[in-house]
């Protein structure tokens, strides 16, 4: 399934409230939108599959993924690559969980990275994934901006961190 080139205020690719987007070579690429440029997540699901990808998406928050799921959590199978925005390049997490696979070469123009944590509490599990790391897949900038330290922290592969009150801590 491809969802391509639409342009939304939410969700340029889809608006999902607390549902799944599931499918094998599912391909979100070339939307745009102000909040969520490939898919507005709003409360919990599972998206994703195998051969999945969010790609060459445009937001001002959360190029690929703008994730607003309070109690709830986002399980994504696949690959964020390459998405822009002007926060979150890759997902802009307001807040809840996203257990995500692989995030690279994700770009933020006002520098918060490939993701940016907003909320206290929210959780990138990325255990079991890849982060680019040094070269040319990782994220521009580096990979994790927790809003209230407006610091980088640089987490490369195999990571999971909370936002807290001073920064992001390992889960």
Known sequence: MRIEANVADQGGGAYLRGSSLTGDALAVEANEADAGGGLYLWGGGDLGGIGAAVQGNDARLGGGLFVDAPGGEVFHTGRVHANEALRGGGVFLLAGTLHADTFTANRSTDGTGGAALVAVGA??????????GPGVEDNDPPDVFPEETRTHEAF???ACFVRTGAGCTPC
């Open 156 to 158: 490369g592969t195999h």
């Open 123 to 132: 959780e990138l599990d990325a255990s079991d994934a890849d982060f680019g």
